[in-house]
């Protein structure tokens, strides 16, 4: 029984020993750090004032956010089929659409050098004043003080025709195209399940982020539904083409009939070719009103195709002045500042104590 308990009191003195150095170790790191106080004191300090010098000196970055929602128009056609026969008559495919734009393709649009050269084009008014965006693009960035050593370059001037750009005009284009992309703006679905959109604008001036966020988004939603509703709109406008073309024959086949009969008002009963030019234009009148009626039903037909393929973007948020930002409190530098000097300093100084100990 004595030898169990002295070779217990063996296998436990290893372990008291092993606590009792963690905790002497951890108080002479204790000491340690407190003899340096000063210095860390010091490394906050500098921590602080960086803290306080990059809140005061970055610069605030502005977020203009428009959301909308999306809904696809029906283009399956429906119950359509029973009129395809009709419009085939005529030489009109009312058939669905082909399927140019599906699903998530809109987002797409937003990065296209088409959508945003549009958007950079156009004018808008700031505080009275109407500028082009790629002008207040330009002057914020303040590229024309860095085109001084150029002066082809500083004098050019965007608000001329697109015919007459030349191809430094389209290489600086490209260029703010490019840096647009990969810093200002950004499309995307919050919520993959759902069917809104959110397009944002980061930007250190918030009138040019608020302007084109608003810019972009009607050029691209009005450039969406032209081409989603390019088709079924090309067939109402050939259809009512046609059903106007077709009146106009069958108020003239009427007029027709009524001239021939007044050419002979009392035509003599034993004289039946009298009668034929009234019969023929009857036939005219007849055949006009049955194509009529055929044309003016695929017509309404392409109406209510087109309504249907017609896709419903909706506005939920615009931008409003003042814009969310980033800016940063002092305070709140001060504190992160120090707090990040205070921990750089005391791992510096643990390592560099620990090196000179395994050194010595």
């Known amino acids: 029984m004595q030898e169990e308990l002295i070779l217990n009191k063996q296998k436990k003195q290893p372990d008291e020993i092993t606590i009792k150095q963690v905790v002497l170790k951890f108080g002479w790191l204790y000491r340690y750090l407190l003899s340096k106080w000063k210095l860390i004191l010091l490394a906050g300090i500098i921590g602080g004032a960086i803290g306080v010098l990059y809140a005061t000196f970055k610069k605030t970055i502005y977020t203009a956010e428009c959301t909308f929602v999306l809904q696809e128009g029906n283009n399956q056609g429906g119950g359509l089929g029973q009129y395809s026969a ?13 399927g140019l734009f599906q699903g998530d393709n809109i987002l797409e649009l937003y990065k296209s050098r088409l959508m945003l050269e549009k958007t950079l084009l156009t004018q808008v008014t700031f505080n009275g004043k109407t500028q082009l965006l790629i002008d207040r693009y330009i002057e914020h960035n303040q590229l ?4 001084r050593s150029k002066p082809n370059l500083k004098s050019l001037r ?12 389209d290489s600086l284009v490209t260029l703010i195209i490019n840096d647009i992309k990969k810093r200002y703006l950004s499309v995307d679905k919050p919520d993959k399940k759902l069917s809104i959109i959110s397009v944002k604008t980061n930007a250190k001036d918030q009138l040019f982020a608020k302007a084109f966020t608003q810019t972009i988004v009607a050029n691209v939603n009005n450039f969406y ?3 989603k509703t390019k088709g ?11 059903t106007d073309s077709i009146r ?3 108020n003239a086949s009427i007029g027709g009939t009524a001239a021939a009969l007044d050419v002979n008002p009392n035509p003599n009963p034993s004289l039946q070719i009298l009668k034929v030019p009234s019969q023929r234009r009857q036939i005219d009148v007849q055949a006009n009103t049955a194509i009529y009626a055929e ?9 209510g195709m087109l309504q249907r393929e017609t896709p419903l973007i909706q506005i939920i948020d615009q ?9 940063l409190s002092r305070l709140k530098a001060l504190i992160t500042g120090g707090f990040i000097g205070v921990v750089l300093s005391l791992v510096i100084i643990i390592a560099q104590r620990l090196y000179h100990k395994i050194i010595s």
């Open 295 to 303: 044309v003016v039903k695929n017509l309404e037909v392409a109406r």
């Open 232 to 242: 079924s709109l090309q067939n109402l406008k050939l259809l009512q083409h046609q």
């Open 225 to 227: 539904i032209q081409t």
């Open 319 to 327: 931008p409003v002045l003042p814009l969310p930002n980033d800016k």
């Open 248 to 250: 106009y024959a069958l």
């Open 144 to 147: 024309r003080e860095a085109w």
């Open 158 to 169: 965007f608000d001329i025709p697109q015919s007459q750009y030349t191809i430094q005009h």
């Open 86 to 98: 009709l419009a085939s008559m005529v030489g009109i495919d009312v058939g669905g659409s082909s």
